[in-house]
């Protein structure tokens, strides 16, 4: 079992404007899920959120837009929340989860004071267009690629549960070892039912499987973070996610759903005797 566990704080500045058809995502607005939506959270809303995640223990705070990518607008938004949040919680590592993105997007959005990026693969390439036809996998794959040449570091993963085979979780875990990630988010689909996706067929047994198999296809990645989906996947069981090969949870609430108490998280890993990071290796 790992000593320190990475902990992470997701923040939503933009919610539920995509236009994309992700059969996964409830911030599409084609499916009317039932969720809050708005263009841009208020700075200082955003920013109490960055000190109540710093007080909590996280290192990272992902700044995350709802849209395909990343406009001209959104790009400035991004820039101009990273660098009010450095004032304020200058301890915290800044990551951008923005969609697709160019080179010159990801060099500018460096400069602004983020230091990884987040896009995942979501699944196999093969399995894709069951779950997304508005844009390519290869798109995703490339901005991962994009990611690396700008020398931000990345982040990448999946979700499983979505009406995939061993095969596509295999092939993903596949393309993600060959993008060489600092961290591997694995996520469990939530199931919302304004979304056309059956609910998550997956067992807690099985689904430790998939972290074990995780950490040992994608094994140089210094982080395999358990992110959404955990509370409902593992209910009584979170403990075990560490025993099977995670070092990092998110903390807090998800981008629609909500999480359970910061200080459960941190009740748990007290007993269970791990020691939060304090810096990032």
């Known amino acids: 079992m790992n000593e320190e566990i990475f902990l992470c704080s997701i923040c939503n500045i933009n919610s539920g404007t995509c236009k994309e058809d992700c059969k996964f995502c409830s911030q599409s607005v084609r499916y009317k899920a039932d969720i809050e939506r708005y263009k841009q959270k208020p700075m200082e809303q955003i920013l109490q959120e960055a000190q109540t995640a710093r007080d909590n223990g996280a290192l990272g705070f992902c700044l995350v837009t709802a849209d395909k ?8 938004f991004v820039c101009d929340v990273a660098k009010e949040v450095q004032k304020v919680a200058p301890e915290l590592r800044l990551i951008g989860c923005n969609g697709t993105a160019t080179l010159e997007q990801l060099l500018i959005l460096k400069g602004s004071g983020i230091k990884a990026y987040n896009h995942n693969l979501e699944t196999s390439e093969t399995f894709y267009p069951n779950i997304c036809t508005t844009h390519p996998w290869s798109e995703r794959y490339e901005t991962c690629q994009n990611v690396n040449a700008a020398g931000l570091t990345l982040i990448s993963g999946g979700i499983f549960g979505l009406g995939e085979s061993q095969e596509d979780r295999v092939a993903m ?7 060489n990630p600092s961290s591997v988010p694995i996520n469990f689909y939530h199931h919302n039912v304004a979304l056309e996706l059956e609910p998550n067929p997956l067992t807690t047994d099985e689904a430790l499987a998939l972290i074990r198999l995780t950490r040992k296809t994608v094994d140089k990645a210094q982080r395999i973070m358990v992110a959404g989906g955990r509370e409902l996947m593992f209910g009584e069981r979170q403990a075990e996610i560490f025993q099977n090969g995670a070092n990092s949870i998110v903390i807090g609430n998800y981008l629609t759903t909500k999480g359970r108490g910061m200080h459960q998280d941190l009740e748990m890993l007290r007993s269970l005797h791990l020691e939060v990071a304090k810096k990032v290796n």
Do not use: A, C, P
């Not at 990518?69 to 400035?76: E, N």
């Not at 875990?173 to 993008?179: D, H, I, P, T, V």
């Open 69 to 76: 990518g990343l406009t001209d607008k959104s790009l400035k």
């Open 173 to 179: 875990l596949q393309s993600l070892k060959s993008l």
